[in-house]
């Protein structure tokens, strides 16, 4: 990488780009089909009167290769917030070169420097360079934990039978 990546808090003009970004994970991670979000409901979830996350985009000279989406939850057991990672993503052509890591490193310090007790993220069980990577830098797979998930159908479901 001959440049430097510069990492920059997401404005709501860039919607439009972070939809893209999005519309490319979901087709890596072969997701497309579940991807309903629109510019309308980001700018409502991102830029609202109560944003529900942050995204940050990485640039290398000034044009956008990755970018990262994350939120934050709270362990009772810890007693403090942690950073949830939702998405970190990098243009395909550019893997391999630190874009991922400086991306990572740069959401750890921001843990680090908001107190974070943790910080946690979901992987594909198939994607094993995604895998790795983690592993290289530490982080340990929660084996012994199952995610579970009711979409907004199975949650209207209960509350209006």
């Known amino acids: ?3 430097e990546l510069i ?3 997401a404005v709501e003009e ?3 780009l972070l939809l893209s970004f999005i519309k490319k994970i979901a ?3 072969k ?4 991807v309903i979000t629109t510019e309308e409901i980001l700018r409502e979830s991102l830029f609202g009167k109560k944003p529900s996350a942050e995204v940050v985009f990485g640039y290398l ?3 956008p290769v990755s970018y990262a989406v994350y939120f934050y939850n709270f ?3 810890i007693g403090k917030k942690g950073l949830y990672l939702e998405d970190l993503f990098v243009l395909p052509e550019l893997r391999g070169k630190g874009i991922g890591k400086k991306m990572l490193l740069y959401l750890i310090k921001k843990a680090v420097d908001e107190n974070c007790g943790r910080m946690e993220w979901a992987v594909l069980d198939w994607n094993e360079p995604a895998i790795n990577f983690y592993k290289s830098l530490g982080a340990k797979p929660m084996d012994e934990w199952t995610t579970f998930r009711m979409d907004e159908s199975a949650l209207k479901k209960i509350v209006q039978p």
């Open 14 to 16: 860039d919607i439009p």
């Open 75 to 77: 362990s009772t057991f």
């Open 7 to 9: 990492i920059k808090q």
């Open 61 to 63: 000279d000034n044009l």
């Open 31 to 34: 997701l497309s089909h579940e």
């Open 27 to 29: 087709g890596y991670e």
């Open 1 to 3: 990488m001959n440049s």
